[in-house]
């Protein structure tokens, strides 16, 4: 029974294996971009936030 789960597991992370690939310069830069953007947005969000809780508290 165990085996068959590991087995079966290693298949699983071989198909996946294959299946990647390194991202190019671009793909990697519009990433780090998109992940850029999303971090400062929910800074500033949060930055609001507690400016509106020390005004109002």
């Known amino acids: 029974m165990v085996t ?8 699983q ?3 996946v294996w294959t299946a990647l690939k390194k991202p190019s ?3 990697f ?3 780090a971009k998109v992940a850029a953007i ?8 949060g930055f609001l ?3 509106a809780m ?4």
């Open 54 to 57: 020390k005004i109002f508290v």
């Open 38 to 45: 999303g971090i400062l947005i929910l800074g500033a969000l």
């Open 29 to 31: 830069n519009q990433t």
């Open 4 to 11: 068959q789960k590991l087995k079966s597991f290693f298949v």
């Open 49 to 51: 936030i507690s400016i």
């Open 25 to 27: 310069k671009k793909e």
């Open 13 to 15: 992370c071989k198909r």
